[in-house]
T-cell receptor, first 116, second 120 residues
Framework: AQKITQTQPGMFVQEKEAVTLDCTYDTSDQSYGLFWYKQPSSGEMIFLIYQGSYDEQNATEGRYSLNFQKARKSANLVISASQLWDSAMYFCAMRDPYNQGGKLIFGQGTELSVKP | GAVVSQHPSWVICKSGTSVKIECRSLDFQATTMFWYRQFPKQSLMLMATSNEGSKATYEQGVEKDKFLINHASLTLSTLTVTSAHPEDSSFYIC????????????????FGPGTRLTVL
């Protein structure tokens, strides 16, 4: 069965510094997708970045980049130049193969706090 | 990105009553919608997958008779919590799946803003 693990319940980072949020996954499938979402205190889930299992290059979206190491089954999120409004919960998720409807499996989440 | 709405955003009800939560895709059609439940400081737990025109697929451990899901159209799915009890108090979030097109590069799921249910 697919599984996503985020081992950092909470992280602190100084404003303007970079931070890495860890995510490891477990799957026996060759085709899968990995996502990162941000959830501020208001509760909405905000899509940040996506990495496909066959993508050769690491995904980047503005200040967000995904450090994809397929052999190690890790998909860490890197936020560069942290801003105060980056403080939120961050969830790593994996999409099941299409034969299971494309549902997402989420990790436990990491609460990021950006200090001024 | 695509917009998904949920109504109501919060609801307080008495124990034993039923509550209906609506999830709408506003600017796209969604053949598949998902319902999640989230307790404070915890992750999202998938409750069920809702496909338009067919019965929902529930995750293991989710009571089908308690959490009724209806996906009557390509833009609307509803979750009804029947005979709600205090332990059903939670944050319920829906998402709608967008198929990959030239606009959306991959099969993203767009989330609604969530509904906070409190059962007294």
């Amino acid at each position: 069965a697919q599984k996503i693990t985020q081992t950092q319940p909470g992280m602190f980072v100084q404003e303007k510094e970079a931070v890495t949020l860890d995510c490891t996954y477990d799957t026996s499938d060759q085709s899968y997708g990995l996502f990162w979402y941000k959830q501020p205190s208001s509760g909405e889930m905000i899509f940040l970045i996506y990495q496909g299992s066959y993508d050769e290059q690491n995904a980047t979206e503005g200040r967000y980049s995904l450090n994809f190491q397929k052999a190690r089954k890790s998909a860490n999120l890197v936020i560069s130049a942290s801003q105060l409004w980056d403080s939120a919960m961050y969830f790593c998720a994996m999409r099941d193969p299409y034969n299971q409807g494309g549902k997402l499996i989420f990790g436990q989440g990491t609460e990021l706090s950006v200090k001024p | 990105g695509a917009v998904v709405s949920q109504h109501p955003s919060w609801v307080i009800c008495k124990s034993g009553t039923s509550v209906k939560i609506e999830c709408r895709s506003l600017d796209f059609q969604a053949t598949t919608m998902f319902w999640y439940r989230q307790f404070p400081k915890q992750s999202l737990m998938l409750m069920a997958t809702s496909n338009e025109g067919s019965k929902a697929t529930y995750e293991q451990g989710v009571e089908k008779d308690k959490f009724l899901i209806n996906h009557a159209s390509l833009t609307l799915s509803t979750l009804t919590v029947t005979s709600a009890h205090p332990e059903d108090s939670s944050f319920y979030i829906c998402s709608a799946r967008v198929l990959a097109t030239s606009v959306y590069r991959y099969n993203e799921q767009f989330f609604g803003p969530g509904t906070r249910l409190t059962v007294l």
